[in-house]
């Protein structure tokens, strides 16, 4: 059997991701190919492993950060103490001296892989266990990311992350935790969003406030924009082809695209794209520079 897409374990990973709200959760693929590789190194071990850091995100369907630091090609491992190393091959074992929590996921009984669970640590410390490997932009969106809107798939609020940064003193990425987490946001839905949010803050705009409600006069209806200033109504819709780019999405979109502008808002509707590079970046933050300018003049907000 080719352990690099189990696919007999997609049940298992379906049921992982379907916790984690649209706009985090990573391709299924990912989930497979890591649980796949993970179990192959439980069947190697003599002992019991439990995955972490970015074998654990990929697993649970977390957003992956960009150019982190860590190889995509091992399965990564925590001990306790460096005289807990073994020679498996595949393995990147990682100390993490602090206390943990953990868990188990079931994978049935097929007694031929000799392997029923894999256990892995619980998300919050995946998301620490990071800091080290990656920019620290990237920290704030797996912080974003626990703490996102939807409150059945939320895993911490901001005031939970401070603890748990308190808790666990000092270590290699602590410093880059806290500047992450004093950037944080409860309530956002998705990575791009957190990068939005970071640019525009970097550009010397004032911080938008995120998935502000706006309710229509109307009729019941009322929308979130994933960002906004209010007291400017202007709004930022980031339109990623996950959720966007259907005809059921187009609809909504332009749905609620009408109504908010009858209702005097402007709506900046920001893609992927329109973020790579430094020309694309300048003409977008020109165009939020105007649209500022006018919405001050009309709105008479100084």
Known sequence: MSWASPRQYREVVRNVESRRPVGYAQPIEIAERELGRC??????????????????LKILGLPLPRHHRLSDDVSHVVIADQRMRSN???VRF???????????ISLGTDVEHAVDHIRIVDPVTACMQMLAHC??????????????????????????????????????????????????????DSPM?????????ARGMPCPQVNVRVGNPDSDEFWFLDLAYPELKIGFEFQ?????????????DSRKISALQGLGWRIVPVTAEMLKSERDRALLFATIDRIMALQRSQLHVV
């Open 39 to 56: 179990i192959g190194v439980a069947r190697r071990s003599h002992r019991e492993l439990t995955f972490c850091s970015l074998s654990a």
């Open 88 to 90: 498996i091959f595949g």
């Open 94 to 104: 990682h100390v993490w001296n602090h206390p943990i929590s953990t868990q188990t």
């Open 135 to 188: 920019p620290k932009e990237e920290c704030v969106v797996l912080f974003d990311a626990v703490m996102c809107r939807n409150s059945k798939m939320r895993l911490a609020t901001k005031d939970e992350l401070h603890e748990r940064l308190d808790s666990l003193g000092k270590f290699h990425g602590c410093r880059a935790g806290r500047w992450a987490l004093a950037r944080s946001a409860e309530g956002v």
């Open 193 to 201: 969003e957190t990068r939005l949010r970071l640019r525009i803050v």
């Open 240 to 252: 990623g082809a996950q959720f966007h780019a259907t005809v059921e999405g187009l609809c909504r």
